[in-house]
């Protein structure tokens, strides 16, 4: 296999177009006429598929080590046909530290239809292991975490997992295929929100399930045709062309973060510093070991909520928006946003509090996204 750069740079190749162009043409049509009887071209309607999607769809794929990648018009788009799969009396397992996005459609839709989920540090292997009755169908996995930056050792989920027989499901979406690939490590699905870093210029929103089974590619194919959370095809060309530079953007963004982070560490008004390139992270270990790089998403807890709030109003350079991974730097007040549909007591368990912020580096200069912070806090 080609080195990630130049994967996430030459991507996959168009092989309907014969043109030379080097770009990837926006094949803006939903219907493709039928060139005889029982004849296709590959392509009847772009729900199904479109040849804009395909070379973004074997991008990811190929990036991730699977064998087949679906493209979604968000994250939540293919988590919601990812939960088709389970059906009434069905038990997932969740790590308890998720995406907020991730517990609102677990607690309110899922469990309406019937499926029952148990949330747990998905870190703490053993009680991983006794959670799981015969109705569990799946182990849903976040690692990082958001916004705790737990870790979670994906193969050694995964062994249990195999074991059982059942599914395990990993979000992707903080480290990306550049520093982590779960399929490679024994996962069976890999989530995206390509709206972050993949897509990684704030402007698109995006989703992907990548997964290396021929049965779960049919599967979910099927759901994905009838469900209809399609990609559209000027957002794949804006996906795939974030894509070129993902590799440069996730080496920038790390070299700040771990500076970043190392510059919080030594204030005396934060108190805690929660990101998984720093050695005193309790799970500095198994991130070594599983992924090549640390990212660029760290969560800090100040010592008032005070404070918080004098950042969250202080900030010039860095941008006070929900969401994260792209080239601007964001910070977010996870209380107020992300996790404000998180019940309480799961929320000040995680330590999810007025006083924790989170931050995603962008790709500006380390030093002026440092600046702001220090100038907001004077
Ligand atoms: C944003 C996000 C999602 C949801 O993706 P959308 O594209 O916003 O629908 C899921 N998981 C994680 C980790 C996220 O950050």
Redesign the pocket.
């Known amino acids: 296999m080609k080195n990630i750069d130049t994967l996430c740079v030459h991507g996959a190749r168009d092989v309907h177009n014969t043109t030379g162009a080097i770009a990837t043409p926006i094949y803006q049509s939903a219907t493709f006429f039928h060139p005889g009887l029982e004849q296709s071209t590959g392509f009847d309607y772009s729900r199904l598929q479109n040849p804009t999607r395909q070379v973004l769809e074997k991008t990811v794929a190929t990036l991730e080590s699977g064998l087949d990648a679906m493209a979604f018009s968000?994250?939540?788009?293919a988590?919601s046909t990812l939960i088709e799969l389970f059906s009434p009396g069905d038990h997932l397992i969740a790590s308890g530290d998720l995406?907020g996005?991730?517990v609102r459609l677990l607690n309110y839709v899922a469990k309406k239809n019937g499926i029952t989920v148990d949330y747990l540090h998905t870190g703490d292997i053993h009680s991983l292991k006794h959670s799981i009755c015969s109705s569990t169908k799946a182990i849903f996995v976040?690692t990082p975490s958001?916004p705790m930056m737990q870790v979670t050792d994906i193969a050694a989920v995964s062994k249990i997992t195999k074991d059982r027989g059942i599914l395990l499901i990993v979000?992707n979406?903080?480290l990306t295929p550049c520093f982590q690939r779960p399929l490679e490590l024994g996962a069976d699905v890999v989530l995206h929100?390509?709206?972050?870093y993949l897509g990684g210029h704030n402007d698109t929103?995006?989703?992907f399930l990548v997964i290396n089974s021929q049965e779960l590619s049919e599967k979910l194919r099927f759901l994905y045709k009838t469900i209809g959370a399609c990609l559209a095809p000027f957002d794949c060309f804006l996906i795939e062309r974030g894509i070129k530079t993902l590799a440069l953007r996730m080496q920038r963004i790390q070299e700040s973060a771990l500076k970043i982070a190392e510059w919080l560490s030594r204030r005396e008004w934060v108190s805690t510093v929660h990101y998984v390139g720093l050695p005193s992270h309790p799970d500095y270990e198994i991130s070594c070991r599983q992924a090549s790089g640390f990212g660029g998403m760290i969560s800090f807890t100040v010592d008032s909520a005070e404070t918080a709030r004098r950042i969250l109003s202080g900030m010039r350079t860095i941008f006070y928006a929900e969401?994260?991974g792209g080239v601007e730097s964001l910070i977010t007040y996870p209380i107020l946003q992300t996790h404000a549909d998180v019940p309480e007591e799961t929320r000040t368990a995680l330590g999810i509090t007025d006083r924790l912020l989170r931050l995603s580096v962008g790709i500006e200069a380390a030093e002026d996204l440092i600046a702001d912070l220090e100038e907001a806090i004077r």
């Open positions: 968000s994250g939540m788009a988590m995406y996005g991730s976040e958001n979000d979406t903080f929100s390509g709206t972050k929103l995006a989703g969401s994260l």
